[in-house]
């Protein structure tokens, strides 16, 4: 181990180390600081996070939908389309179909949004699949951050794949 004059060596176990947001840096054997810190940067890299857009999007909703999409984020990829939606906004959905509720009557209507579109990015609009991917790992993220009232729109409706909404 003549080596390790100059660098620090860790032995250290898969789940060992975890960064903040539960980062998992699987490394099984005896490795230098230097690596794992190459390694730290590598996986950094491979999470998914918020473009502008979506962030712009998530500072209009309730701070519980935040925390939501906050953790499945971690864990998936997708896009955050709309919170609050304004009046023009609303009635013009209604007009193009894209909503059947007049102003004030949808949730995106309130400020902050009870109602949040996600979709997968990148956005495929014909692949359910994925859609129904995404809609699992909400589900989590959601027992994992306490929110009990957000529904699907796909399963109070069975159209409206890209909306979730709370209660109240
Ligand atoms: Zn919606």
Same mark, same amino acid.
């Given at each position: 181990?003549?080596?390790?004059?100059?660098?620090?060596?860790?032995?250290?176990?898969?789940?060992?180390?975890?960064?903040?947001?539960?980062?998992?840096?699987?490394?099984?054997?005896?490795? !230098?600081?230097?690596? =794992?810190?190459?390694?730290?940067?590598? #996986? @950094? $890299?491979?999470?998914? %996070?918020?473009? /502008?857009?979506?962030?712009?999007?998530?500072?209009?909703?309730?701070?519980?939908?935040?925390?939501?999409?906050?953790?499945?984020?971690?864990?998936?990829?997708?896009?955050?389309?709309?919170?609050?939606?304004?009046?023009? !906004?609303?009635?013009? =959905?209604?007009?193009?179909?894209?909503? #059947? @509720? $007049?102003?004030?009557? %949808?949730?995106? /209507?309130?400020?902050?949004?009870?109602?949040?579109?996600?979709?997968?990015?990148?956005?495929?609009?014909?692949?359910?699949?994925?859609?129904?991917?995404?809609?699992?790992?909400?589900?989590?993220?959601?027992?994992?951050?306490?929110?009990?009232?957000?529904?699907?729109?796909?399963?109070?409706?069975?159209?409206?794949?890209?909306?979730?909404?709370?209660?109240?």
């Amino acid at each position: 181990m003549a080596s390790c004059i100059k660098e620090v060596h860790i032995r250290c176990r898969m789940e060992s180390y975890t960064l903040g947001q539960g980062i998992l840096i699987p490394v099984k054997n005896l490795f !230098t600081l230097k690596t =794992y810190q190459k390694l730290l940067k590598r #996986k @950094l $890299k491979q999470m998914p %996070s918020f473009g /502008n857009r979506s962030l712009e999007a998530l500072e209009t909703v309730d701070i519980r939908i935040s925390k939501v999409l906050h953790e499945a984020i971690k864990h998936y990829d997708f896009s955050v389309l709309e919170g609050h939606r304004d009046e023009e !906004t609303q009635n013009k =959905y209604v007009e193009t179909g894209a909503s #059947k @509720l $007049k102003f004030p009557y %949808s949730k995106h /209507n309130k400020y902050p949004s009870l109602a949040v579109d996600i979709v997968p990015y990148p956005v495929d609009w014909e692949n359910l699949h994925r859609f129904k991917e995404l809609s699992k790992v909400i589900k989590d993220a959601c027992e994992v951050v306490g929110v009990d009232t957000l529904s699907w729109g796909y399963d109070l409706w069975k159209w409206d794949m890209p909306h979730w909404e709370l209660e109240r």
